[in-house]
């Protein structure tokens, strides 16, 4: 197969890091429409960014002609989880600026350097990187601390009146950060497992937010706040219906926008 396709596409394949890279990303291309930010968490469910909430966010954004460059905190994770036993990796430990490049193709930047003036709207994906890498959520919960640069970013776009989306567990630094801020995570009741993770509703409440029940293909909008947020993998459904809660969540964040 490689001999059929050449030594130029073979050439590529040996190259860790192709320098034609960004010909590869939408963002590489002449800007259109709204300059959105998308800030990651690293590259995992149980330790980083939820994979699939990334893949769609960006597949909506591309679908409503936005411009995207993605960022990450430069900091270690809180911990490196073994995906196949969902248990932690003793004696390891990764950089989740470093891991969020692999779903950003290499094509991201330290979230220190992300600020109002490039970009319209920010939005973050979930995975439990949101409550570890992003915030103590995880360990601390309604007594937790958010990362100071995820912290500024949130504030700055909020003072900007430029939206923020969130989406699965993120809108708890929503709601930590933006007190009276009303975010979604889905149900406030388990309903026999459908809802596993409906105790966040209540945690919302503790960290001075407002719990607004939402169904997975939803998208709550504050629009005093300009807060979009959805619950993506919150709930236990087939994947259509999450894509189609955060194609919800990206179609208000960039009508809000005004682009």
């Given at each position: 197969?490689?001999?059929?396709?050449?030594?130029?596409?073979?050439?590529?394949?040996?190259?860790?890091?192709?320098?034609?890279?960004?010909?590869?990303?939408?963002?590489?291309?002449?800007?259109?429409?709204?300059?959105?930010?998308?800030?990651?968490?690293g590259?995992?469910?149980?330790?980083?960014?939820?994979?699939?909430?990334?893949?769609?966010?960006?597949?909506?954004?591309?679908?409503?002609?936005?411009?995207?460059?993605?960022?990450?905190?430069?900091?270690?994770?809180?911990h490196?989880?073994?995906?196949?036993?969902?248990?932690?990796?003793?004696?390891?430990?990764?950089?989740?600026?470093?891991?969020?490049?692999?779903?950003?193709?290499?094509?991201?930047?330290?979230?220190?350097?992300?600020?109002?003036?490039?970009?319209?709207?920010?939005?973050?994906?979930?995975?439990?990187?949101?409550?570890?890498?992003?915030?103590?959520?995880?360990?601390?919960g309604?007594?937790?601390?958010?990362?100071?640069?995820?912290?500024?970013?949130?504030?700055?776009?909020?003072?900007?009146?430029?939206?923020?989306?969130?989406?699965?567990?993120?809108?708890?630094?929503?709601?930590?950060?933006?007190?009276?801020?009303?975010?979604?995570?889905?149900?406030?009741?388990?309903?026999?497992?459908?809802?596993?993770?409906?105790?966040?509703?209540g945690?919302?409440?503790?960290?001075?937010?407002?719990?607004?029940?939402?169904?997975?293909?939803?998208?709550?909008?504050?629009?005093?706040?300009?807060?979009?947020?959805?619950?993506?993998?919150?709930?236990?459904?087939?994947?259509?219906?999450?894509?189609?809660?955060i194609?919800?969540?990206?179609?208000?964040?960039?009508?809000?926008?005004?682009?």
């Amino acid at each position: 197969m490689l001999a059929a396709c050449g030594p130029p596409f073979r050439a590529a394949l040996r190259r860790a890091a192709p320098p034609g890279i960004a010909a590869f990303h939408s963002s590489a291309r002449c800007p259109r429409g709204a300059r959105v930010a998308v800030v990651l968490s690293g590259c995992g469910v149980y330790d980083g960014t939820e994979i699939h909430e990334a893949s769609a966010i960006l597949v909506h954004l591309s679908r409503g002609g936005a411009e995207v460059q993605m960022y990450a905190p430069d900091v270690p994770q809180m911990h490196v989880v073994d995906h196949s036993k969902g248990q932690p990796a003793e004696a390891e430990s990764r950089n989740v600026l470093v891991e969020s490049a692999r779903i950003a193709r290499g094509k991201i930047t330290s979230l220190a350097k992300l600020t109002t003036a490039d970009h319209d709207a920010v939005i973050f994906p979930g995975g439990f990187g949101a409550a570890k890498n992003l915030s103590t959520f995880a360990v601390d919960g309604k007594d937790c601390k958010v990362n100071r640069e995820v912290e500024r970013v949130l504030k700055d776009f909020h003072k900007a009146g430029k939206p923020i989306g969130l989406c699965c567990i993120s809108p708890v630094l929503a709601a930590k950060v933006l007190s009276g801020a009303e975010v979604t995570v889905g149900h406030e009741e388990e309903e026999g497992g459908k809802w596993p993770y409906a105790g966040t509703a209540g945690a919302i409440k503790e960290l001075g937010g407002k719990h607004c029940v939402k169904e997975v293909t939803e998208a709550h909008v504050d629009t005093k706040n300009k807060v979009v947020t959805t619950p993506a993998f919150m709930c236990e459904t087939e994947l259509h219906h999450i894509f189609d809660g955060i194609g919800a969540m990206v179609k208000n964040v960039l009508k809000l926008t005004g682009k």
